[in-house]
């Protein structure tokens, strides 16, 4: 018999290990419970060195909801290990290093926008915590058969933000499909969190040139910051510039 290996992982510890109890009385069902993001990256890495990778992982919608603020956030989906890791970006984490793992989402309650923003970083399924057992059995084994499942009162909320995504993402496209060869590889730059001077030894320009292409940038996407240049550049799917060591060039004017 094949067996179909489950993370849950919720900060929760009774809640993931009641769940975990009750799976594992399913004989195909092979589960193991994870109470942070750090320590699910951990299990599933270890699982897959180990030729025993998951299947399905059940990630709380709210993880890490009452750890206090952070410094700063996130800069990265998938956090280095010990960085606290919160539900959504656990998802998207998950989908970039171990793409074949479906996620499905636990939440206390329906929220369309946190639902969309949870199938936009991967996830396959959102499902209420206080669904019946069988219920969820039958999300684990039909999101291994390619089956998304959504709530039927969220599709609509959903979809409604999914389109809006889609929106902004393509105005978001068009306004950097505006930008000269130049200015976009400032603004990848600009993504990857380099300043001035940095982008300008990176690019070998001078500061003032460098400047102007970084004016330039802001005025074509309609922003006044580089924040929020870089947070439209992210809608429309620019990635940052790769920090590789820059080879010899000629600075110019």
């Not at 970084?214 to 429309?236: C, D, E, I, W, Y």
Request: hydrophobic letters at 45%; glycine letters at 8%; charged letters at 25%.
């Amino acid at each position: 018999m094949v067996r179909i290996r489950v993370l849950v992982v919720d900060d929760h510890r009774i809640f993931a290990e009641s769940l975990a109890a009750a799976l594992t009385a399913e004989p195909d069902v092979d589960v193991s419970a994870a109470g942070s993001g750090p320590a699910a990256l951990r299990c599933l890495e270890r699982g897959a060195a180990e030729s025993r990778p998951y299947d399905v992982l059940l990630v709380d919608a709210d993880l890490g909801a009452g750890r206090p603020p952070q410094p700063a956030p996130l800069r990265e989906a998938a956090a280095p290990v010990g960085a606290p890791v919160d539900g959504i970006a656990l998802v998207a984490g998950v989908r970039a290093v171990q793409p074949g793992v479906r996620t499905v989402v636990l939440a206390e309650r329906d929220d369309p926008r946190r639902a969309a923003l949870a199938l936009q970083a991967g996830a396959v399924g959102w499902v209420a915590k206080d669904c019946s057992l069988s219920r969820l059995l039958t999300v684990v084994r039909g999101v291994l058969r390619e089956e998304t499942h959504l709530p039927p009162a969220l599709l609509t909320g959903v979809l409604r933000e999914l389109t809006a995504a889609r929106k902004h993402r393509s105005d978001s496209e068009r306004l950097v499909e505006s930008l000269t060869p130049r200015e976009r590889e400032v603004l990848r730059c600009m993504v990857a969190g380099l300043g001035r001077k940095a982008v300008a030894e990176r690019l070998f320009l001078s500061p003032h040139t460098v400047r102007t292409h970084m004016q330039n940038v802001l005025g074509k996407l309609g922003v006044h910051s580089t924040l929020a240049a870089v947070a439209l550049a992210r809608r429309a799917g620019v990635g940052p510039a790769d920090l590789a060591p820059p080879s010899n060039g000629v600075r110019a004017g």
